[in-house]
């Protein structure tokens, strides 16, 4: 059976919180968890917003420490684990008892434990930090622990440049993998990948041969229902032998979906390394800073003379010089991973998202920009919306 | 002239925020500038939904250090010292250049340098924490200041167990006096007392007295014209001998509004002695807890058997052991220093602060339960809303 697995954006603005976009956050949803990346201020405000619920958050995990991507999480960890909330109340004991397994770069870690202590916050659930140490971070020393938190790991490059994150719980039950790499922007920046366990191959095919072969199974093998060999063709992954002697080959098993979500950045080559999939169903891709006509309409606003349009490469210029990227600068990176589906997010709060036609037209014109940077793969490319829920399809 | 003064409740839930009610963050407005009193998460968001500009907030006072009262510090700081955002782009270089000055008890110092340095936060204006220290809390010793930190006070209690806080810039040289007093809560928490400088008294009843000697002042005092004898009285507020020797008195000074502001509180007693006027203009009050037909409500859907509903003791008892009042607790303080308007805030999140029929009725509700103990005096008691302006009037 495939997961339904969908991501919400809870956030797609930068840097200023506007009436149509909030700070970053993104809700993965998978297989009833909700996995967080980013929390901006306000992210417990747009949770209430959703359909989502925010006691069903079970990870969270931080791209970089800049405010608008962090300052919203202590006080979600405040309300999403306050047993009170008549919004947690569905929650299993069991839920209320595992902790919250938080991951991010230093110094992630004593700036939580700071802010709990300070504001006397008492969590209903324990938690941990996990920090992804980059070259010359201090290894936190965990000497005193704030009263709801347990000790995290200190997750350093592996040889390969890498940080393969520990997951606990039901994520490394069910064979989930989390892998991330640094990323170049102004600050220490992520970029992470989440690779779904694969999943049993379809049996659809094999159907017809057991039906054929229905009456020799029962008598010759003794199965008084032989469609049960389906099951276990799934379950051992071992071939058959009909009683003909043709061999009944497990369906292959389906990859797992892999999923890219990146932090800031002007230059996220460093993450195509853990992409493992030739095909990642997602790449959610920052596009701070793009030319499109308000640049002309604020140009003629202000009345400047002599009037000189901006081009694309000093718009790229100014977004790198600021750590961030252009939606062309996107669609080359999707482009280079071979991803299926590429999602536009943390845009300036002059790109509007509500339903305008001049918002509309605005963004159009971006998503234009990367569609063309992508081989016009019209379909492949959105750019994100607050609340907006992105369905990830199994493909294969 | 008397100067507009109005009050801005931006936030006026507890705990949890909801769709009608934020965190705590309430705006004095007074002469051009905002005073802000705490500032709860989301409080930039609430800034872009009034009509209030955030970069014109000079003084920022937090009455303790709980998160639904302090969160959105840091991020608010950011957003209004930044000179990129067209919302502040209409502030002059001189409020560019002047610290935000921003008061409370410890450790709000040492949590706001962690909070600005561990996001690499970068203000666009100097700022400084002046910490109002209780017994026993440590002096912060101001080692590594972040880089757009200024040192700040450290405010002991004086001998007569009050904070009198340092005022600058505009706030001191025109006059304005601000003190703070210890009020019990479950934590430390500060009651802030406002108060305005004495403004010119009326000159009206002076006007037919200087008309009727007119004629005499313009041949015997050589005035040319005899009305600037009122700005004269008003500046040097001396008494002025008439041609056939009346004494013109200076119209009494007209005392300043007095504004009483609390954190959370189960017994605000020790801020009685810091109000000097004999009937300050307003009074707010938290009024977290109350009994209205909710409960009965809620508890006939839980269908709990046996059915004994809460009485008021029973409200104010579990109001005081979470550190807070009922509206009957507030009227009491309100009636206790003779204020002439009481404000009711910071209410729990069952208490919606909509225009629904249901919701009205319930906070009407609990604006007669603090009227009733508030000499039945209905025109003087409020329950605030989110993005509701108070016009504190000049009553003398």
């Not at 297989?31 to 209430?48: M, N, P, S, V, Y």
């Not at 701070?288 to 901006?310: H, V």
Request: hydrophobic share 35%.
């Amino acid at each position: 059976m495939v997961v339904a697995l969908d991501i919400t954006f809870l956030g797609t603005g930068s840097a200023q919180p506007s009436a149509t976009r909030n700070h970053q956050a993104i809700a993965l949803r998978t297989d009833g968890e909700i996995w967080l990346f980013d929390c901006g201020e306000a992210t417990q405000h747009q949770f209430q917003k959703s359909k989502l619920k925010m006691g069903k958050i079970t990870r969270i995990f931080i791209t970089h420490m800049h405010g608008d991507h962090c300052f919203g999480l202590a006080p979600l960890l405040c309300s999403m684990t306050d047993n009170l909330n008549p919004a947690n109340q569905n929650n299993s004991q069991d839920e209320q008892r595992i902790p919250i397994d938080i991951y991010g770069p230093s110094p992630l870690r004593s700036w939580l434990r700071t802010t709990l202590t300070s504001t006397y916050s008492n969590l209903g659930r324990p938690y941990r930090v996990h920090e992804l140490l980059f070259k010359d971070d201090p290894v936190d020393q965990n000497l005193s622990l704030h009263n709801n938190e347990l000790p995290g790991e200190n997750i350093h490059l592996n040889s390969d440049h890498v940080f393969a994150l520990p997951l606990f719980h039901s994520a490394l039950e069910k064979g989930y993998r989390v892998q991330a790499a640094p990323i170049l922007h102004s600050i220490s920046s992520l970029g992470y990948v989440i690779t779904e366990p694969d999943s049993p191959g379809k049996l659809n095919a094999l159907i017809p041969i057991i039906k054929k072969h229905a009456a020799a199974l029962k008598e010759q093998h003794h199965l008084s229902n032989p469609m049960t060999l389906l099951g276990d063709l799934q379950r051992t992954n071992q071939p058959y032998t009909l009683p003909d002697g043709t061999q009944l080959l497990p369906p292959p098993r389906r990859p797992g979906r892999q999923i890219v979500i990146l932090g800031d950045t002007y230059d996220p080559s460093a993450v195509a390394k853990i992409v493992t999939s030739e095909n990642p169903a997602v790449l959610v891709h920052e596009a701070t800073n793009a030319l499109t006509k308000l640049d002309f309409m604020i140009e003629k606003q202000n009345k400047r003379t002599p009037y000189s349009p901006p081009t694309f490469e000093d718009v790229e210029k100014r977004a790198k010089e600021h750590g961030h990227s252009t939606p062309q600068m996107a669609a080359a990176f999707a482009k280079r991973i071979n991803c299926q589906k590429l999602i536009l997010t943390h845009f300036s709060a002059r790109y509007r998202g509500d339903d305008s036609p001049e918002a509309k037209e605005v963004m159009e014109e971006i998503r234009n920009l990367a569609v063309a940077a992508f081989d016009n793969r019209d379909q492949d490319v959105f750019c994100a919306r607050d609340l907006w829920t992105f369905d990830v399809k199994m493909t294969s």
